[in-house]
């Protein structure tokens, strides 16, 4: 996971040539480890610091009425004036597209970002919505049936990524 | 944490662990009503019915505004202008506001146990917010969560309920919120209105007010309910300011980071020194916004997993 990062945090820098605009927004829970780990890199790649916000789409989704109730809420916190920014919405794991979907929208309460890149973990298809990620870790074909877990150190444990078949 | 409730009726009933997903949840909305647009569009087609036969302006309001936070549809419905006035049943009239697709129903009653009646043959969720002298689930909800934000826990904590026990269902949602969370309560208040049977809900029953709030960590004044009060429970209003009214005399002898609570509306010169009430240790306008935070996430619960098409997970 950690070459996989350096590598993600080196192509945001060489897309991005004004770094003093990208500010890094991590999707709830996963998201915000690796929008972190990114930062870190990204602060020594451009040797200033990264802005980092993190995001909880639960209020945003559209499928609320058809998901198990199984809500756990946790802050969104957007420290910075997102306008005119470059922002990179990090998530662990792209599947449906419903959650970028909705966190396109809970941007948008926070302003207008001059631009907005996704980046990933893994990439594991069977998308919903016109959604396609910037900068991807990892592509991992699976069915819709597997479920994709992935595990950090910041949870305590090692840092991981597994794929459970049905 | 997981909440599978279709319905919020009572604390009576919730698990400290469904307190806390509450308490946990509304943090999250609170920090929507900070930001420049207040709105998500989590309750985006719902319909939210405030069915308040029992007057109330603050709730009320708490609860459109929460609702329409949430992008719901809200109708308001009072007992004044409305067809109860006509001879209608509340059952009949629930069951006409189903009927237009009501996803949520919003209930103050002043009989103990309608919400419990409408939940029994209701396809809609249905919300407490106020019934009779029994319960007012939302209010402690909100209480719990402007407590835990301040002193970080509530777990330990002495809190004291000092006033109209009796007639108070503020009192009653409260004492089954604090014990739960693992808070040690006290009440006080005159005799008639503190009957010694709330020790069964395991708490401490003192009637020198002195000594309840002595150790308190959070003291919860609540207003005489003149209006519930059937005879006169005790001499006059003057007499009760002097002997349970929280003056700057008592307050001094408490600790210094005791904080106030009301639930509202507040009778100042009555239970609270008009100075306490706008003190630094007073948290009477937090409740109002937490209660905004937390009614939210009352409704963003209750619809969560569970429309009102019956669509399952």
Redesign the interface.
Known sequence: MRRVLTRIAHEIAERNENSGDVVLVGIQRGGVFLARRLASTLTTIWNQPVPIGELDVSMHRDDLDHRASRIDMKPTIIPFDVTGKTVILVDDVLFSGRTTRAALDALNDFGRPQRIQLAVLVDRGHRELPIKADFVGKNVPTAAQERIDVRFEEEGGADGVTLEKA | ????RKHLLDIQSLSAEEILTVL??A???K??GE???K????LRGKTVVNLFIEPSTRTRISFELAAQR?TADVINFSAEASSLKKGETLKDTARNLQALNADIIVIRHSASGAPHFLARFLEASVVNAGDGAHEHPTQALLDAFTIRERKGKIEGLNVTILGDILYSRVARSNIWAMTKLGARVTLCGPSTLVPRVFEQMGCRVTYDVNEAIADADIINLLRIQHERQRQTMFPSIGEYTSLFGLTQARLARTKPEALIMHPGPINRGVEIDSEIADSKRSLITEQVTNGLAVRMAVL??I?????P?G?A?
Do not use: S
Not at chain 2, 1 to 4: D, F, V, Y
Not at chain 2, 39 to 42: D, F, S
Not at chain 2, 303 to 307: D, I, M, R
């Open positions: 944490m997981a909440w599978e946990d949840t943090r999250a909305f920090a929507v930001r420049a647009i709105k998500v569009p989590a949430l963003f619960l619809n969560g997993g569970q429309g098409q669509v997970a």
